[in-house]
């Protein structure tokens, strides 16, 4: 049944004439239960699915998934712009860069396409508010954007090729990812920064159209870069993962496109890429379905800039404080029921900093109250020793409740006239029942990009973004990013 | 007793005044016998031992253990410079690379250092003719040379210092691959892309005179990038691998510098390095004895250029052609006797290729007895289908003896007038038990450079490879090998 929609999907979508072609010499391998079983031609298979994908194949909703999934990702990236790890890579690789090929997003300087792909790279990561593929948390969109965008300002791309492309990176991504899970990251590896690689190369090697015996090798010198493990959360290196990955998808997908050789078989080699990286592969989680299974439907994205434990109390919380129009004067006392894990990771009830903030339920459910938002502003140092937010938190304690699901809250806000509010979560908002809205990605962008860019410039960025698909040039869309 | 070692070498490299502020600051950590045991702070017993080691202190049988593997690195390297994967990364990499920065040896393009870093690491290993480390077949200098050498021509960097880094960065690279093996390569890794990452991460962060904290980052960002897989063997991916390490050794570096962070013990980690990267680990191999037990002094060198299984019987040939003075003429038969690996891996009978004549026992032990050697120019295409060679091969006989170690075999040469004439090697040249002389070495290396650059220009780099530790400038040397 899968191979006959599988065959549906290419009879569509490689037109009459290549279908034509397909019972003497078909353009793409079939997945057989041998393939899905066992991983055989799996690199082949994904070469050519890369190759053959197009844009307008895609159902009307996994392209605006694609769309939503990129919102995101320029939001972020400008949002950390300013963020010191950003000028440390600029001041670390200015001497070794040439200067003049790609745009750094929200910033003035540029510098050569691989250089840009790695910076921006660690620039969609560093706020940890990048898109989030559930099953294995993998944020797939930074690694392949930043390559994406640096090679469009090499060569004239559309937004439509670029769309295209940045679809098939994030769903090989991703796919990959669920393919190793969990034993890959269980022994220790970073997912966002060994699988984007090989999405990044299949991406770009889209673009420079690749034959298929080039794109074969780009994923193989791609495979053969993996990055990055768990032991660096808590540090750059944490984002320096998939900034890695993309300048390394870039630079496999470079030297393929001039016949550098490499193996014809390294994602499932005894002795290449997924026996080396996991004690146990899916194969069909990686080649199943491919066309008509979407991963990428499953992307989600954060509304809150701190971990995710904590959304159903600030979701809560929110509801709460805009239904009733609440201030904080009016608040006697705010008791959140949680899941454990709320107090084990953010049970900080004294932060003193804006990185700490991220990791105290206490701070996030006061400046929900106070601004109706958890945004990056809303982690700011200033903002965690603000007197008024102090005082509030204060007021604020949380109740382990070890049935609730971690998707699941509940706040119950006493007011000092004596009112008693309450507000149940079961998905809370950004999760997949629960997805963010477009109108809401919207005001994350905005609140992201502000004191950045003029409001205005934002505002046509933001635009922009959303029709990237009907734009003349990526390249052009890069450059607009910068100030 | 090896802590007390230990301690000896400390004072006596650390210096008075350093060795004085020994007991209430140590400058190193001791490497006790949970660290030999567990890894405890292997991260930060690497970086110390990275930063405080110093030339000087070195057994001069060292300073000239590494002073020959880096005679031999750059021999070989400037010999590759012409090889397709060569042509292919000048052409891939030129359009996204800065220009004036740094030598590719043997050509007249200069490339920015991390690019250029990553080409004479893939120059380093094409011929397959770069030192070996013969526990786990590491050939670590190529990507420490090719980073250090980039690194040169940014910053002045005098001879001495060169060789200090080259020697640690060596060092640490075969420690890493015996602390994995044989685990690590049997699922799959390239011991040669993955190891020498952190090797050059340290050899570069000691020329930069980083602080503690900056090398333990600097390791801690290299060991997020190891590279490459054994499914490479065959391709050019295989050169990438100890390319992409010396890039990506830089790369680390020149980010921890400017203090880019990463976690202090990303090596030991259960959540890092040695632990995804094999079942099984070795702490005493990377940690004991450190500044005692020298890896490098085990390293040895390929006199013939192709698989090590035939080296015996080119050996017993080679030798008796000069004992004798012999001519093709002469030749009625050579029996060769040989451990069974020689069929196996090299028993091409007509070889059509000079790389297909490196798998064939019988075109190397007919060009031994011609040219009474067996470079790279006697596996030219050319000498392949040379006809004289093609009449003398075909008198050759392989016969299988499974009591004969690799590392032994023999030639019993029966010449036209009658006489049986016998040679029976040991220990092939080139092995530990018979290394390859200072005059076989400078003989390998102007064999190599031979047609490339001009004999008096080879002579003059050869001179100051030799006297490398008291050059003024390393970046200068850099330079003059280029044409």
Redesign the interface.
């Known amino acids: 049944m899968h191979i006959k929609q599988r065959r549906a999907f290419l009879q569509k979508s490689l037109g009459a004439l290549a279908a034509s072609t397909l019972p003497s010499s078909p353009l793409m391998a079939e997945p057989n239960s041998e393939s899905l079983n066992t991983g055989k031609d799996a690199t082949k298979i994904l070469a050519q699915y890369a190759l053959n994908t197009k844009y307008e194949d895609l159902p009307p909703k996994i392209q605006h998934e694609a769309i939503r999934s990129f919102v995101n990702y320029v939001g972020v990236t400008i949002g950390s712009c300013r963020h010191p790890?950003i000028d440390?890579?600029i001041?670390?690789?200015r001497?070794?860069?040439?200067?003049n090929?790609a745009s750094i997003l929200g910033r003035h300087e540029r510098f050569?396409?691989?250089n840009a792909a790695f910076i921006n790279g660690v620039g969609s990561h560093i706020l940890d508010f990048d898109d989030t593929h559930l099953v294995t948390n993998v944020h797939a969109s930074g690694p392949i954007a930043s390559a994406l965008l640096a090679y469009a300002e090499?060569k004239p791309i559309s937004g439509k090729e670029f769309m295209n492309a940045f679809y098939l990176g994030v769903e090989l991504t991703i796919r990959l990812s669920n393919a190793l899970a969990p034993d890959h990251a269980d022994?220790?590896?970073h997912v966002s920064?060994t699988h984007p690689t090989i999405g990044a190369a299949a991406a770009v090697g889209r673009l420079m159209r690749l034959t298929e015996q080039q794109m074969i090798?780009a994923l193989?010198?791609a495979?053969?870069?993996?990055?990055?493990?768990?032991?660096?959360f808590?540090?750059?290196?944490k984002s320096?993962?998939p900034g890695?990955a993309a300048s390394n998808g870039l630079f496999s997908a470079?030297?393929a496109?001039?016949?550098?050789?490499?193996?014809s078989?390294?994602i499932e080699?005894?002795?290449?890429?997924a026996?080396?990286m996991s004690t146990k592969r899916n194969y069909q989680e990686l080649l199943g379905d491919l066309g008509t299974r979407f991963e990428i439907a499953k992307n989600t994205y954060k509304p809150f800039a701190c971990g995710i434990v904590i959304h159903p109390a600030i979701d809560a919380t929110i509801q709460l404080r805009n239904q009733y129009k609440l201030q904080p004067e009016q608040i006697q006392s705010i008791l959140i029921k949680a899941n454990p894990y709320v107090v084990e990771l953010t049970g900080k009830k004294t932060p003193q900093t804006g990185l700490e903030g991220k990791f105290s339920a206490y701070h996030s459910v006061a400046i929900a109250m106070i601004d109706g938002r958890a945004g990056e502003k809303q982690y700011s140092d200033a903002a965690v020793l603000n007197p008024k937010t102090i005082a509030l938190r204060e007021k604020i304690i949380v109740e382990i409740d070890p049935n609730l699901p971690k998707k699941s809250g509940e706040a119950i806000i006493t007011l000092t006239d004596g009112r008693v509010l309450k507000k149940s979560i079961e998905s809370a908002i950004g999760g997949l029942e629960n997805p963010l809205s477009d109108a809401a990605l919207d005001e994350k962008f905005l609140d992201l990009t502000e004191g950045i860019l003029p409001r205005d410039k934002s505002k046509s960025i933001l635009a922009n973004c959303w029709k990237m698909s009907e734009l003349p040039s990526a390249g052009s869309f890069a450059k607009s990013t910068t100030v």
Chains 1, 2 share one sequence.
């Open positions: 790890a440390i890579c001041a670390s690789l001497p070794v860069s040439g200067s090929q050569d396409a691989l090499m022994i220790g590896w920064g090798w193989g010198l495979a053969s870069q993996p990055v990055g493990f768990r032991d660096s808590g540090s750059m290196n320096f993962n890695r470079l030297l496109q001039k016949n550098f050789t490499s193996s078989q390294m080699s005894r002795i290449g890429w026996n080396a």
